[in-house]
Nanobody, 120 residues
Framework: VQLQASGGGLVQAGGSLRLSCVASGRIFSINAMNWYRQAPGKQRELVATITTGGSTNYADDVKGRFTISRDNAKNTVYLQMNSLKSEDTAVYYC???????????????WGQGTQVTVSS
């Protein structure tokens, strides 16, 4: 299973970006889909989660600004980021729980990361 993240870039404060993460390979089903981020000198932190049923959860500092969504037919998870702040600058990673065959285990897979830089 491979994950390809895209959509990062340089944006001014107050601007928007939309991240995408596409999974490919041997996929039977995908459980929760998550976005994490890691800023320089800081630990990786969970930003947003979406379950198979579409329930979402967000870190407190992105609530109301970020929206996570998924397209199960495309094995894709998105992160719409609005009203970006300089403190959102980080490398953003997608992480998916993937089952490759019926009855198999759910394995964790990570994307390669995409850089988001917000200038103030």
């Amino acid at each position: 299973v491979q994950l390809q993240a895209s959509g990062g870039g340089l944006v001014q404060a107050g601007g928007s970006l939309r991240l995408s993460c596409v999974a490919s390979g041997r996929i039977f089903s995908i459980n929760a889909m998550n976005w994490y981020r890691q800023a320089p000198g800081k630990q990786r932190e969970l930003v947003a989660t979406i379950t198979t049923g579409g329930s979402t959860n967000y870190a407190d500092d992105v609530k109301g600004r970020f929206t996570i969504s998924r397209d199960n037919a495309k094995n894709t998870v998105y992160l719409q980021m609005n009203s970006l702040k300089s403190e959102d600058t980080a490398v953003y990673y997608c992480q998916l729980g993937v089952k490759s065959y019926p009855g198999g285990p759910v394995n964790s897979h990570w994307g390669q990361g995409t850089q988001v830089t917000v200038s103030s």
